[in-house]
């Protein structure tokens, strides 16, 4: 042992977060079940299973928007152009973060008005301070949200740690018109509200084809699927809010992560897999390992997570005040990194079969994508190749006909697409 390693604690840590083939295969069992049980009653599935009041595009959508992808670590604005044929382009982007040392926009001390004039300062951007010409916008809001059409959207309950007071229960492009107005955009006319696991969706059927998944992977973690409720009525996105899902053994790292945040007992798979809260997982595993208070390692980036698989821990694990490890020792700590990783590709792995399990029903799984965006996902190619391996465990020779396909920038394209939908 040195530096207060404990290399026994170590591996029953890694222990912890492993998933071994026949808990995978029954926790996708469990997903399709929730899917199932939240179509006919949602009280009975931890799936929240949101209408979108949207179906997919045809690609021939055409106009100029504005996108306001709002439910990140980054709020993003973007003029864009839909040019039909699967095609668009940017004409212009504005973006700042929601949270520096000097502001911080997601917390309980921000009033709302606040939260929504920074909004509005973002579009000011990206219209270039054009007051005059009429600009539909889409919004894409990346929480919980009750719907009654596209074009607003009442927020359930803020996730991923966000808690301004007086936006749950609130529709949220009414607050955004407000701000609007405030701020003289009175030409700018918010039309559309999407999830951004629906936008992504849009995006990639406005190009692509078959494609009836689509996923965040991000600061947060959901899945949306399009619906076809055996042609009873028309075809929906249903925003499923996966990362609620609870039917799952999370270990006390999990227990202790959920008990000290925002939301106890809330979004418990989120808190599994999504880049809001690997790297405090792995700080709090650190923890038990070095045998140091909880709250004593400072929380990891998923990055840092990743760039511990690709260069070793002992640089990253340095800039959190972990010195002096044996080699051995830190190869446990790399070890433990990939665990939590891979653990939490296993899981979006096991949403992805129960959804396409759902989708076809007692036939075949169809040859389709499913579309992914996310910082995460996009970034991390561990987790890339771990939920590819996961799929071949859990459909066998049927994963072959699944390409999983990395949309970038879906939430903003989805904005835009939803925008012209709503008419
Ligand atoms: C959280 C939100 C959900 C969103 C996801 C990804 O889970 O509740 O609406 O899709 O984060 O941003």
Redesign the pocket.
């Not at 991000?218 to 959901?222: C, E, I, L, P, Y």
């Given at each position: 042992m040195s530096g207060g390693w404990d290399s026994v604690r170590a591996q029953a840590a890694e222990a912890a977060f492993c998933i071994r083939a026949g808990e995978l295969a029954q926790t996708a069992a469990s997903f399709r079940f929730d899917i199932e049980q939240g179509l006919k009653n949602k009280d009975v599935s931890s799936l929240r299973m949101l209408p979108s009041y949207t179906a997919l595009p045809d690609g021939g959508e055409q106009g100029d928007f504005l996108a306001l992808d709002f439910?990140?670590t980054n709020v993003r604005v973007q003029r864009i152009r839909l040019l039909g044929g699967g095609k668009w382009e940017i004409l212009k982007k504005a973006a700042a973060p929601l949270r520096c040392a000097v502001y911080d926009f997601t917390s309980q001390d921000t009033p709302r008005e606040e939260l929504f004039d920074f909004l509005a300062g973002l579009v000011d951007s990206a219209m270039d301070g054009d007051t005059k010409t009429p600009c539909r916008l889409g919004h894409t809001?990346?929480?919980?949200?009750e719907q009654d059409s596209l074009k607003d959207a009442k927020l359930i309950?803020?996730?991923?740690e966000f808690a301004v007071p007086g936006v749950e229960g609130e529709y949220v492009n009414a607050l955004l018109s407000e701000a609007l107005v405030r701020h003289g955009f009175a030409n700018v006319k918010p039309v559309a509200v999407v999830?951004?696991?629906v936008a992504v969706l849009l995006a990639a059927a406005y190009c692509m084809s078959p494609v009836f998944i689509g996923s965040?992977y991000?600061?947060?973690?959901?899945v949306?699927y399009l619906e076809s409720f055996e042609g009873k009525q028309p075809k929906m996105i249903l925003?499923m809010?996966?990362?609620?899902f609870s039917k799952l053994i999370p270990n006390e790292y999990d227990n202790a992560l959920d008990a000290r945040s925002e939301k106890p007992g809330e979004?418990r798979m989120?808190k599994m897999t999504?880049g809001r809260y690997l790297g405090e997982l792995y700080a709090l595993a650190l923890e038990y390992c070095l045998g140091r208070e909880k709250g004593t390692v400072p929380v990891f980036s998923a990055a840092e997570l990743s760039g511990i698989l690709s260069d070793g821990a002992e640089n990253i694990l340095h800039f959190h005040g972990i010195d002096g490890l044996s080699k051995e020792e830190y190869e446990e700590a790399e070890a433990l990194a990939e665990a939590v990783l891979r653990r939490s590709a296993r899981l979006v792995a096991a949403e992805f079969a129960g959804t396409l399990w759902h989708l076809a029903g007692s036939g075949m799984i169809l040859p389709q994508s499913i579309a992914v965006d996310?910082s995460v996902y996009e970034k991390i190619p561990f987790l890339q190749a771990a939920i590819h391996d996961a799929l071949v465990e859990l459909l066998g020779s049927d994963s072959r006909k699944i390409t999983v396909a990395c949309v970038k920038d879906g939430s903003a394209l989805g904005a835009a697409i939803a925008a012209c939908i709503s008419e």
């Open positions: 439910g990140g809001f990346s929480f919980p949200s309950i803020w996730t991923k999830n951004d696991t965040i991000a600061t947060g973690h959901n949306c925003n809010e996966s990362g609620g979004q989120e999504s996310g």
